[in-house]
């Protein structure tokens, strides 16, 4: 086992905003004590992509999917190939895959049957899933427990910025919840009171970098070496003493993600 303070549960690695310093980045994030990093995929060819970095990284595993804006792009001609690959050794999970009601992008119908198909997929190969949601929570949450059945795995709500009934409807279908930089925000307050009530032992550490560097950093580029500065802001917002949140997060995604 990976010995490391933090874990990145949700970044992409592979984004061409890394290519100048990927290796640099790994190392540099495992020296700041997040040893372990989750990149994420959102097609097919993103997912390869994140699945070849894993494998060249002892610390970086691979979660695959296709998210919203990609959605179309998995059909049944092209779901074999996203199968064998989520077979790898790396890929601990399925996404991020989800819902997004905002414009330009795919008709609802074709997301809803996408994402339930990627449920389906990730629970007949013991995956949890890693879920994108935006101008949907409403949306997600019927869908997730009208398939609850699939969630038997776990998974987790990356990003979240939904409000509290939500939150609570998520824990109660036994999901995680995700917290990045937007936590940092000065305009987040709602989201850091939503926070306050979710139980530590529930939540995720993630930067979805290279996008959502946490206050006062914004501006910079993101990245897994941002975590530490993450896990502070949870903790002080939670009366937490700073090493029990590293502790109990790193706990958390270790069960979730089995690494
Ligand atoms: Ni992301």
Same mark, same amino acid.
Request: glycine share 10%; aromatic share 4%; net charge negative.
């Given at each position: 086992m990976i010995q490391t303070k933090f874990v990145d549960t949700h970044a992409h690695l592979t984004d061409v905003a890394f290519d100048e310093d990927r290796n640099f980045v790994i190392k540099k994030s495992g020296e700041l004590g997040v040893g372990l990093i989750i990149t994420s995929g959102f097609n097919y060819s993103s997912s390869v992509e994140a699945v070849k970095l894993a494998n060249d990284n002892l610390g970086v595993y691979a979660s695959i999917g296709y998210y919203p804006e990609n959605i179309l792009e998995l059909n049944a001609e092209t779901e074999n190939d996203f199968i064998n690959l989520a077979k790898s050794d790396k890929v601990v999970a399925i996404g991020e895959i989800g819902l997004q009601y905002t414009d330009n992008m795919p008709d609802r119908e074709s997301q809803k049957r996408g994402l339930?198909?990627?449920? +389906?997929?990730?629970?007949?190969?013991?995956?949890?899933v890693v879920i994108h949601c935006r101008d949907a929570y409403g949306a997600m949450v019927e869908?997730? =427990?009208?398939? =609850?059945?699939?969630?038997? @795995?776990?998974?987790?709500?990356?990003? @979240?910025?939904?409000? =509290?009934?939500?939150?609570?409807?998520?824990? =109660?279908?036994?999901?995680?919840?995700?917290?990045g930089g937007v936590s940092t925000f000065k305009n987040a307050q709602n989201l850091r009171e939503t926070l306050k009530e979710i139980p530590i032992d529930r939540i995720l550490l993630e930067t979805d970098c290279p996008y959502l560097t946490p206050h006062p950093y914004r501006g910079q580029k993101n990245s897994p070496c941002f975590i530490p500065t993450i #896990?502070?802001?949870? #903790?002080n917002l939670k009366?937490?003493?700073? +090493? +029990?949140? #590293?502790r109990i997060t790193t706990k958390n995604a270790r069960e979730l993600f089995k690494i």
């Open positions: 339930i198909r990627q449920l +389906e997929i990730a629970h007949e190969l013991h995956l949890p869908l997730l =427990k009208q398939n =609850k059945s699939l969630l038997s @795995f776990g998974g987790t709500v990356h990003c @979240f910025s939904g409000s =509290k009934e939500i939150a609570n409807e998520l824990l =109660k279908l036994g999901l995680r919840i995700s917290v #896990a502070e802001s949870l #903790a009366g937490l003493d700073g +090493e +029990e949140v #590293a």
